[in-house]
């Protein structure tokens, strides 16, 4: 197999990328790491329309709109592993009549009656237009990948018209938040809802429009709020949204602010008089909304994420990206989203990425060789050249909590994997198998405590070692095999 990358590629992707160590038990090293200044440049993929991203234990998870089933999630230890992250399915449950438009989806973490869960909420429908409800789905477990089942009709028996559900916790209550109309959404104007919520599936009681196109600047287009999404900071709570047409440039984001006590009361919502996030010509950048929020991996800094084009006779379809970038606060509390910066400006990676670093995997029993991949094949060599090849992150397993994979510094989305028991550097496909494959549980070294082996995830019977320098998995049985199954981590 021939590697024809070009090497200057490599040494970008290298500059770039950061080791995002493993949670839970597993320890990892950072003797000898090598770090660099990181940036990235907005967008962060070709396609991806209503993006909703957050930072979770080491991972960045980020979705968008699918217009149609799966529903995928892309993860990455860092901003620019996310412009290689493959978008893994992880619902798929569509059934003929909430399987077309498949819009907006976000996903948060609630603690519901089935304790903390993570739920994804999306629009769709029959095609037509009157159809689009918001739906709901949960995960099993604490894994944003899933696997995730479907809740319901997050409306229960309300013949409610909505599209791109979001939730808030104010007060120790949730609310949906949502874009709805009073009827039948021909002839009306989508507006802001909000309603409280019994569980993360199920709205009670009555909704709260608090929020309709009325501003010049709400209605380019089309008279439009849509796209809510809640911020909190020091106590106070806004809700930001998405005005005028999503076909025209002038798409841009409002700002609700909570200034009552009682949320359900259309009252207690102050509107700002003037867009908060809108299009710059000298930026080449249009119609930017429908956004959501997170915070940098050490909580230090506040992101937004939100879609836009770059032209501006581009429209409501798979031209818009997403992009990302980090707000301020006014002295009076309320956010200062910016202008939307132009693509290709270079950014700084969010704080707390190990920025540029990477851990190299000594042999025990050869220790002047270590892990390199040569041509997609894994083995161990003495002078690694170029050295990048025998550079990798150690960042959370792909199969889950628990487990590692070795990330290749210089291939962002390839990963040490066995296949017939041989390892080999691959570029990750997003299935269930290739997770498993390439997973593994860090142990103490069966030849020395104070190092490292490693158990793969699928055959736990079975470690990575060396075999006349090529790397496999193998039962271990023997004291040469102990010994060849053993790394040092540096």
């Given amino acids: ?61 980020l979705m968008s709109t699918p217009y149609a089933g799966p529903i995928t999630m892309r993860r990455a230890a860092t901003v620019a592993g996310l412009k290689n992250a493959a978008a893994v399915p992880v619902f798929s449950d569509f059934p003929a009549g909430r399987d077309r438009n498949v819009w907006a989806p976000e996903f948060h973490f609630l603690n519901g009656p089935n304790g903390w869960r993570w739920y994804i909420y999306y629009s769709a429908g029959n095609g037509d237009i009157e159809g689009q409800r918001v739906h709901v789905a949960e995960s099993a477990g604490t894994d944003p990948m899933g696997p995730y089942t479907y809740k319901g009709m997050v409306f229960g028996a309300n013949d409610w018209w909505g599209i791109d559900g979001s939730v808030v916790t104010i007060g120790g209550q949730l609310y949906f938040t949502w874009s709805g109309v009073p009827g039948r959404w021909t002839g009306n104007d989508p507006s802001i809802y909000i309603v409280a919520m019994g569980n993360p599936w199920t709205v009670t009681g009555a909704r709260t429009q608090i929020s309709t196109p009325q501003h010049d600047w709400e209605v380019q287009g089309t008279p439009m709020n849509e796209g809510p999404a809640a911020l909190q900071h020091g106590g106070d709570t806004f809700i930001t949204y998405s005005a005028s047409a999503c076909q025209g440039p002038d798409y841009k984001l409002g700002l609700l602010e909570l200034t009552g006590t009682n949320p359900l009361s259309a009252s207690a919502w102050t509107k700002h008089p003037e867009p908060v996030f809108e299009r710059d010509d000298a930026a080449g950048v249009y119609g930017p909304g429908h956004n959501g929020f997170f915070t940098s991996p050490d909580g230090t800094e506040n992101w937004i994420v939100y879609h836009a084009n770059t032209s501006p006779t581009q429209g409501c379809g798979g031209t818009r990206t997403t992009r990302i970038q980090e707000f301020t606060w006014n002295a009076d509390g309320t956010p200062n989203f910016g202008t939307p910066v132009s693509v290709g400006t270079v950014l700084p990676v969010p704080s707390g990425e190990t920025v540029g670093a990477f851990n190299r995997l000594q042999s025990f029993n050869f220790p002047d060789r270590y892990i390199r991949h040569a041509n997609f094949d894994v083995r161990i060599d003495p002078s690694v050249t170029p050295a990048q090849d025998g550079q990798f992150r150690i960042v959370r397993g792909l199969a889950g909590t628990g487990t590692v994979s070795f990330e290749s510094v210089n291939y962002p989305g390839h990963y040490l994997r066995h296949s017939n028991y041989d390892l080999a550097l691959a570029p990750n496909n997003g299935t269930a198998l290739f997770a498993a494959d390439a997973s593994f549980r860090q142990v103490a070294g069966l030849a020395d405590a104070t190092a490292a082996s490693f158990q793969s995830y699928n055959h736990p019977d079975r470690y990575l070692r060396h075999y006349d320098y090529a790397l496999r998995l193998d039962t271990v049985t023997t004291a040469t095999a102990r010994a060849d199954a053993t790394f040092r981590i540096l």
């Fill in 1 to 61: 197999m021939s590697d024809t990358r070009p090497r200057r590629l490599q040494f970008a992707a290298n500059v770039l990328l950061a080791l995002m160590v493993a949670l839970g038990t597993i320890v990892v090293s950072s003797t000898g790491a090598q770090a660099q200044t990181a940036t990235f440049t907005n967008p962060l993929n070709s396609s991806g329309a209503d993006p909703w991203m957050t930072y979770y234990q080491g991972n960045y998870y």
